[in-house]
Every structure is written in structure tokens, then in C-alpha cells.
């Protein structure tokens, strides 16, 4: 898969990726949004052959599928979008991060919105969700920069969560054709309540 903005390009991951994902996680700004620790050296590679291959059957109903960004200019790795899917929920959700060096340049809302597109256009979801947790407010812009409608807020526990936390649900629906453009998405997600 190659995606590529005014800015960004989003590709299928490299095992070469494994090393500036670990320093991105190395500062612990990862860890609790996605899971990847400061010592996630120990297992990187392990995550990325399992990425590789789950990549390759293409479906976003498995576990989870993972891209990476990088710059167009400096081909630098900045981070990740892709999807996963919530076993609980019955849904497949939206995956992304950035790197903290690189935060606040708009480069996660511009491979949201570039990926939203894709995951449509090549799957046969009829929504795509985003579980954030309530104080990641700048992951919330992004959603809502992308697109996304809040549902709900409420107690959840992710896979990667000890506990219950509080999460904002977000919705997107797969973009209608024809008289079914006419629908608003707030009547969408009052059915789907």
C-alpha cells in the first residue's frame, strides 16, 4: 500500500521501521495510547514481522493493520496509521500515532484524512470508529479534523488498559452515494444506538 499527501507519504511497513519506532516510544509517549513502551525494543521486531504478515492478508477484521509514515522530502519514519479491530465491539477502528519530536505539524490529521479515504475505497466496512481516551484532547482533533462524529463518552477497557477508563467513541460512516448522500450522520449514529 502506498498513500502519499502534499507532505506525507503512508506505505506498507519495513522491518527497517522497527528502529525509529522504538525511539519514539523510547520518551514513554506511546505507551498508553498504543501499547509501545519504553522497552519495546525487546519485542519491536516480533510486532513488525506480525504486521508484515497480517498486512499481507488484507483484511481489517484481523488483528490489526499498520502503515507507516514517513515525510516526503526527508523520508523520515514520523509514526503510524492504520486500523484495528475490536472483538468487543464488532467494529475496526482507527489506529494512529506520531512521534513526539514531530507532534503539532499536522501530520496526523493529514494521514487520517488520507487513509480514511483508502480504508473505504479498498474495504467493505460500512464504518470506520475511534476509541480515545478522554484526556488525549489533540488525538481527539485529529478524529474530529478527519471527519469523525462524537457518539458517546463513556467507561471502557482497551486491550492494552488495566482498567476501565474514560473514552470518547467516535463515528465514521462509509461515505453514501446518491439519494443516500442526503442522510445525516447524526441520524446515522442515533440508529446505531
Not at 34 to 59: H, N, P, V, Y
Request: aromatic content about 12%; charged content about 30%.
Amino acid at each position: 500500500m502506498r498513500l502519499e499527501t502534499e507532505r506525507l507519504v503512508i506505505r506498507d511497513l519495513r522491518r527497517t521501521d522497527a528502529a525509529a519506532f522504538v525511539r519514539m516510544a523510547a520518551d514513554g509517549s506511546l505507551a498508553e495510547s498504543i501499547g509501545f513502551d519504553a522497552d519495546c525494543g525487546t519485542w519491536m521486531d516480533e510486532w513488525i514481522e506480525k504486521a508484515i504478515r497480517l498486512s499481507e492478508q488484507d483484511d481489517p477484521r484481523g488483528a490489526f493493520l499498520a502503515y507507516t509514515i514517513e515525510t516526503k522530502d526527508e523520508q523520515e519514519v514520523v509514526g503510524s496509521v492504520g486500523c484495528s479491530y475490536y472483538e468487543d465491539l464488532k467494529q475496526v477502528g482507527i489506529t494512529y500515532f506520531i512521534g513526539a519530536n514531530v507532534r503539532n505539524r499536522g501530520y496526523a490529521a493529514e494521514a487520517v484524512r488520507a487513509f480514511v479515504p483508502y480504508f473505504f475505497e479498498h474495504f467493505e466496512e460500512e464504518a470506520l470508529i475511534a476509541n480515545i481516551l478522554q484526556e488525549n484532547a489533540p488525538s481527539q482533533k485529529v478524529a474530529e479534523q478527519a471527519g469523525f462524529l462524537l457518539k458517546e463518552v463513556r467507561m471502557y477497557r482497551d486491550s492494552d488498559d488495566k482498567e476501565e477508563k474514560l473514552y470518547r467513541f467516535y463515528y465514521m460512516r462509509r461515505p453514501a452515494s446518491g439519494a443516500e448522500q442526503n442522510l445525516e450522520e447524526n441520524e446515522w449514529i442515533k440508529k446505531q444506538s
